[in-house]
């Protein structure tokens, strides 16, 4: 099964795409929700890509009076099936913090990633160790199994970086990010070790942010801009979406100017970033600075 065929990403280009029809059919929400016997929050979650059950029914008669064509009506359909498949990360729900799934099957459907990283090393780079430490500190009175189930699930994500030649990974990281002690010296010189060695894969590119440098990434903070691979089906090729991960809750953007403006951002942290090389001599030199502190 493809990756973009996963039950989450499945979910949201069917809810996009009944939602396109809706508004440019005319029909109002009240008029929608009647017709299928739902109530306007089921609908709202419908059409958001969020987890609801929706029957083929309910579909075909969405389809009717949003006077879709045959050949749409029969793709909704063929998306609809696609709900059934689940994903490696679905054997971990009880573990996945709250909102965190839709990002999951996000991850798993995207062919790029833009990351920008200002006080912590994305989950997708960050070593065992590393990430142990930062579940210890957020969550002290967590269960030990309950860790080792979050730190299987952040070893899957990160088989893609070896598994997935197709996969492009661009991480702007703060020195910040380098320089903090997380889980101490010996944990982060591990952890550096393994940035460096990671920089040097041909799908990932890794750029450090100086100290001395100014830039929009201090006002924007953390995101992740994910882009997705064409869909055979022209029309239902998703468009880029921006993660921003929060203290208590996410952000899901995907209006065109909240993408141009994350774009905007992330062009303005690569012009003062050190390039890969030398990105690459910072991470190794903070890496023998951590070692000689053991």
């Known amino acids: 099964m493809d990756r973009e065929t996963d ?21 109002s929400v009240q008029t929608a929700r009647q017709a299928i016997g739902v109530g306007h929050q089921t609908l709202w979650r419908l ?8 029957s083929a029914l309910q579909v075909r008669e969405l389809c009717r009076i949003y006077k879709a064509a045959q050949e749409v009506t029969d793709v909704l ?15 971990y729900r009880e573990a996945v913090p ?12 995207a062919s790029r990633f833009l990351t920008y990283a200002p006080t912590l090393l994305p989950g997708l780079v960050q070593t065992q160790p590393y990430r142990r430490a930062m579940i210890w500190i957020s969550n002290p009175g967590m269960r030990t199994v309950e860790v080792e189930q979050h730190i299987e699930i ?12 197709s996969l492009e990974v661009e991480i702007l990281v703060s020195e910040a990010a380098l320089r903090h002690r997380i889980g101490g010296p010996a944990v982060m010189t591990e952890q550096l070790d393994y940035l460096a060695e990671l920089s040097e894969l041909s799908q990932v590119s890794i750029k450090a942010v100086p100290f001395t440098a100014t830039h929009v990434g201090l006002d924007a903070g953390l995101f992740v801009l994910l882009e997705f691979p064409p869909h055979r089906t022209t029309w239902l090729s998703e ?6 991960q929060g203290y208590t809750s996410d952000q899901y953007l995907e209006r065109p100017e909240e993408i ?34 053991r």
């Open 7 to 27: 039950s989450t990403f499945a979910r949201r280009m069917l809810g996009r795409q009944l939602r396109h029809l809706r508004e440019t059919s005319g029909v």
């Open 47 to 54: 059409e958001t890509g969020q987890s609801t059950r929706i």
């Open 77 to 91: 359909l063929d998306l609809l099936s696609g709900l059934s498949y689940k994903s490696w990360w679905h054997a």
């Open 98 to 109: 709250k909102d965190f799934d839709l990002y999951l099957g996000l991850e798993v459907a």
């Open 154 to 165: 952040a070893s899957r994500r990160q088989s893609r970086l070896h598994d997935d030649p």
């Open 239 to 244: 468009p880029p979406i921006v993660y921003v």
């Open 260 to 293: 141009d403006r994350y774009q905007t951002a992330a062009d303005g942290i690569r012009r003062v970033a050190l390039d890969e090389v030398r990105t690459r001599d910072l991470v190794r030199k903070i890496a023998k600075e951590h070692h000689e502190q």
